[in-house]
């Protein structure tokens, strides 16, 4: 067995998944849902805009591929180093598209919002696997909200549920 390491998600992306806040914000066919808030007082939710066109919905970049090239740049100087042992893989942690969907997309508009996040989330992970040696990484798949889901105390846009589970064979 190897160890892992987390670069530790600093800086904007130390509060797990708020940090794509950032991203529905940035997006052009989203928009804050009327009578949400831009702060933790208020409950954050984005929706679709009117006329929305699935089409023409797309996320610039998530994030995740380039905080970890930025990362891995550093992990693999320290292991060089020898500031890091030599079996101690790389982590990177990804919430799964449920995950900030369901948090801060209005269930009404999520059905059209996660296939694209999940596109984009995957070809994201197809750049941190290019980027970054295989035999260096370990990909950690981040679930909290699941669990409210499975449990109902989050309402759920679609079933079946099982897409998300590792016994289907799907990527999330």
């Known amino acids: 067995m190897f160890s892992r390491d987390p670069d530790g998600e600093t800086g904007v992306r130390s509060d797990w998944i708020a940090w794509k806040l ?89 059905k059209n919002v996660e296939p694209t996040y999940e596109h984009t989330l995957l070809n994201e992970l197809q750049e941190i696997c290019a980027a970054v040696p295989h035999d260096q990484l370990a990909i950690q798949r981040d679930t909290a909200i699941e669990f409210a889901l499975l449990e109902g105390v989050m309402p759920i846009h679609r079933k079946p549920f099982r897409r998300y589970c590792p016994t289907t064979g799907t990527h999330w």
Do not use: M
Not at 33 to 48: H, L, S, V
Not at 82 to 96: E, K, M, N, Y
């Open 22 to 110: 950032d991203v529905f914000e940035r997006t052009p066919y989203l928009e804050l849902a009327p009578g949400r808030g831009k702060n933790w007082g208020i409950q954050i939710a984005y929706q679709t805009r009117s006329g929305f066109d699935q089409n023409g919905l797309a996320f610039a970049s998530l994030g995740y591929a380039d905080a970890t090239i930025a990362s891995y740049a550093t992990f693999a100087r320290l292991k060089a180093s020898g500031v890091i042992r030599p079996s101690t893989h790389f982590q990177v942690c990804l919430a799964t598209p449920l995950a900030a969907v369901s948090a801060y997309i209005l269930v009404e508009s999520r």
